[in-house]
């Protein structure tokens, strides 16, 4: 009896065998709007992201690293290049150009030309020029070019520092000082001129008379005839005032329109009407050289500081650290001159 005729071999012959199975695709799960909505947002915050200079140069250098490594003949954009299809008909298979050696090897160059990438705006050769600058001016210096910098002392550094600091600290101080120097010897002189000016005038002759009486000249007077102590500062004030008047003038002759004038217009008229120029008389001797400036400007900032503060005490009975004028000489209640006394 054979085996097809065996009972309940057909029913096995209609199951399938279990290693031939084969399984239908199943369909992906359909997307809903909600996981719709958050990819979308993933991506366009992706898009969004801006990256840092650091990440951009890296992408950068890596796609110029693998592009250098890419011959061009794997491109696949190479088949539909008219170049090389023109160097292939005349013999090119790849490899370096110009003449080839007795066995076929090529000469030419295989690998392609360095870059050297330029990040600065300087012109060719703008570097070897730089070099060459500092080079003669460490030979003028007495350095040697390839010498290293010396090492600098961390307390020495500190130093210096706070010796800068102090200085312009006192730079400030003294500027302050000249100034309250300059106004009370202004007020000094002032209330002199006043009191002797109100001496000479009795009351005499009509009203008429006294207005007919020359006036005070208020003409600027010459430097060397101002306090040493602080004529730098009057000097200073003087030339930034020359340079803002003769600008102004230029300005205003710029944009003024030709004007008819009458010879005997009165003076009050023309300035009225802006007919009459800037008058600005500066000192006679601005422009003159002051040795004795020049040799104050080149003491120490605190013997300037002390020697204007002795000034102020002496001539004023003031203390510039107190802000404070005494009634007396002896200046009672004063700890002294300097501002560590004050402290």
Known sequence: MSATNQPGSEAQDDEDDYMNMTFEDTQAPKETSLQRTQRLKKEARARGAVKSKAQIAEEEAAARERALATSMLDDPRAKKSKGLAMMAKMGFTGGGLGKKTDDGTPQGRTEPIHLSLKDDRGGIGMDSEKKRRFREAA?????????????????EYRERVRKEREDAKLEQQFFAAQRLAERMDDEQSGEDAGSKADADDDGSGSEAERKKRPKASHSSKPLKSVSILYRGLVRHREEKERVRRMRYDLEQSLSRLPTYEEEDDDPDYKTALGKAGTVYATAEDLDEEDPEQDEFD????????????????????YCFWCKMAYP????DGCPGLTEEDHD
């Open 139 to 155: 030979e003028e210096q007495g350095i040697a070019p390839d010498a290293k910098a010396p090492k600098l002392d961390p307390d």
């Open 328 to 331: 007396d000489a002896e200046m």
């Open 298 to 317: 080149a003491l120490d900032v605190r013997e300037r500081l002390e020697r204007l503060l002795k000034h102020l005490r002496e001539q004023h009975r």
